[in-house]
């Protein structure tokens, strides 16, 4: 299919991307990698009366480790973050193996796939995973906003029509992280992700958090406290169930609700397992 008549715009650095975002108004849309977008416009999914094409903007593309952390621009593609050593932070770099196919990943951006909140997106789960914070600009300056408050629902996000993603800013390194998922064909849109943090002394875990994709219309934190327990398969396996247990599936095409739960739990396991190893 063709997509709906729509008025192209380029711009050439963040405040000419604001002012032409509150110049067309609410229906107008950032234009990034496409990757998303683009698909949504051909199926008529999605009909924004405008685009504002922000590719030519230099300084949003990179990869920089401060005392904060990592900080990543909104226009750095998946393939930079796929090739790059992150010393701390390597679970972003094998995640982006997941995300689609070779030319997918060489024209998408981090930005954009946080700015199109999937719900099985792997910078969305990982966001909320390691507690990110999204960096907006607008015509009321900027602000940070957790990526546990970001995203609000199917496609739905905290983002304003005139706001635009700058940065995604990840507080402290992640050694024991890990993102796994299934989908029915490489490259697919996952049916169920899991990912799973933890903090290890010896072979015992301080803390834990793990945040599941596919099972609702946001990434899902899981309320499964591991702090105590051995690092050992027992642990991986009971945590899975209990996971499991806590989700409410949607059902659809790909697959029911309760196949959904049985993934689950199978892949919260394998998510923790890697995590720790």
Same mark, same amino acid.
């Given at each position: 299919m063709k997509p709906a008549a729509f008025t192209y715009h380029r711009a050439y650095d963040v405040n000419d991307t604001i002012a032409q975002l509150a110049e067309l108004g609410p229906d107008?849309? %950032?234009?990034?990698?496409?990757?998303?977008?683009?698909?949504?416009?051909?199926f008529r999914l999605a009909r924004p009366s405008a685009l504002v094409d922000v590719t030519r903007i230099a300084g949003l593309d990179y990869l920089e480790r401060d005392a904060k952390g990592m900080r990543i621009g909104a226009l750095t593609r998946h393939r930079t973050v796929e090739t790059a050593k992150l010393d701390g932070f390597e679970v972003l770099s094998k995640a982006a193996r997941w995300i689609g196919h070779y030319p997918i990943r060489c024209r998408g951006t981090f930005g954009g796939s946080i700015a199109h909140g999937d719900s099985t997106a792997e910078w969305c789960i990982l966001a909320v995973l390691l507690e990110a914070q999204i960096v907006l600009q607008g015509p009321r300056g900027r602000r940070e906003?957790?990526?546990?408050?970001?995203?609000?629902?199917?496609?739905?996000t905290a983002a304003e029509p005139d706001e635009m993603i700058v940065e995604v800013r990840f507080p402290k390194p992640a050694p024991h992280a890990a993102l796994t998922e299934f989908s029915q064909r490489q490259g697919d849109f996952a049916v169920v992700a899991a990912s799973a943090r933890l903090d290890l002394a010896e072979n015992e %875990?301080?803390?834990?958090r793990i945040v599941?994709?596919?099972?609702?219309?946001?990434?899902?934190?899981?309320?499964?406290?591991?702090?105590?327990?051995?690092?050992?398969?027992?642990?991986w396996r009971a945590a899975g169930e209990s996971a499991a247990a806590q989700v409410d599936p949607p059902s659809d095409g790909h697959g029911s609700s309760a196949y959904r739960k049985k993934l689950t739990a199978t892949l919260v396991a394998r998510a923790l397992a890697e995590a720790a190893a």
């Open positions: 107008a849309k %950032i234009l990034a990698g496409g990757q998303s977008l683009v698909a949504m416009m051909n906003v957790p990526a546990s408050e970001f995203f609000h629902g199917f496609f739905m %875990i301080l803390t834990s599941l994709g596919g099972v609702g219309p946001q990434p899902h934190v899981v309320d499964v406290n591991l702090a105590g327990q051995p690092a050992n398969e027992e642990t």
